[in-house]
Every structure is written in structure tokens, then in C-alpha cells.
């Protein structure tokens, strides 16, 4: 499973972004998509993940409200729709992916794209 992350970038305090997560390969097993960041200095944290039908989705406390994951199957996407963004929201965003959610929102999937910079600026 490839997983190749776009979309950051530079933006002001109360703007949003859509990050792209594009997924190729052998993604039968694949059922849970999840995105982490990690800001500098820091280690990386859980921001929000969901099942590949949408049933079920997960955020983190701390962009709960503000962001959303989606999945598009037929195109093979996964996106985190990020508003209303804070300077804290400032990491390198990596999409992951994995056949048991467990596995996705611990962190722990093989599977990682190489990230994406989001900077928000006051």
C-alpha cells in the first residue's frame, strides 16, 4: 500500500486547508485511513481517522469541531478538511492506513504516506 499526502501549506490563523491523501496498491485488506501530525519537538499525535465507508470516525479532542476526515473509494482519496486553524495546528500531517482501526488510531499501521507541512501563522 503507497499512501502520498498533498495539499499544506501556509495559511493564517482562522483559514482552512484540505489535505489530499491519494492510496494506491494492494488495498483490499485496508478498511481504517487515519491522519497523525507531528509538530517540532514534538511526538507525533493522533488527529483523526475513519473507516473506508465512513461508518465510523474518530478525532482528536483537540480538532474535534474544526476538521473532518472523509473517503472517497471510487477515487481512491482520503481528506482532512481543516478550519477555523490555529497556530497550534502547526505540524507535518501524515496519512496512515491499516486493516484494523485499532492498529490506525494507536499509531502502529506499516503503512505511512511522507507528510505534508502545515504552518499556521498568527
Known amino acids: ?3 502520498q499526502a498533498s495539499g499544506g501549506g501556509l495559511v493564517q490563523a482562522g483559514g482552512s486547508l484540505r489535505l489530499s491523501c491519494a492510496v494506491s496498491g494492494r ?3 485496508i478498511d481504517t485511513f487515519g491522519w ?14 475513519s473507516t ?15 476538521f473532518a476526515i472523509s ?8 481528506y482532512l478538511q481543516m478550519n477555523s486553524l ?6 507535518i500531517y501524515y496519512c ?19 507528510g505534508t507541512l502545515v504552518t499556521v501563522s498568527s
Open 27 to 29: 488495498t483490499f485488506a
Open 71 to 78: 473517503i472517497d473509494n471510487a477515487k481512491n482519496m482520503v
Open 96 to 114: 496512515t492506513a491499516d486493516g484494523n482501526p485499532y492498529v490506525v488510531l494507536d499509531g502502529r499501521s506499516d503503512y505511512w504516506g511522507q
Open 52 to 66: 473506508s465507508t465512513g461508518s465510523s470516525t474518530y478525532y482528536a479532542d483537540s480538532v474535534k469541531g474544526r
Open 86 to 91: 490555529e497556530p497550534g495546528d502547526t505540524a
Open 36 to 49: 497523525f501530525r507531528q509538530a517540532p519537538g514534538k511526538e507525533r499525535e493522533f488527529v483523526a481517522a
Open 1 to 3: 500500500v503507497q499512501l
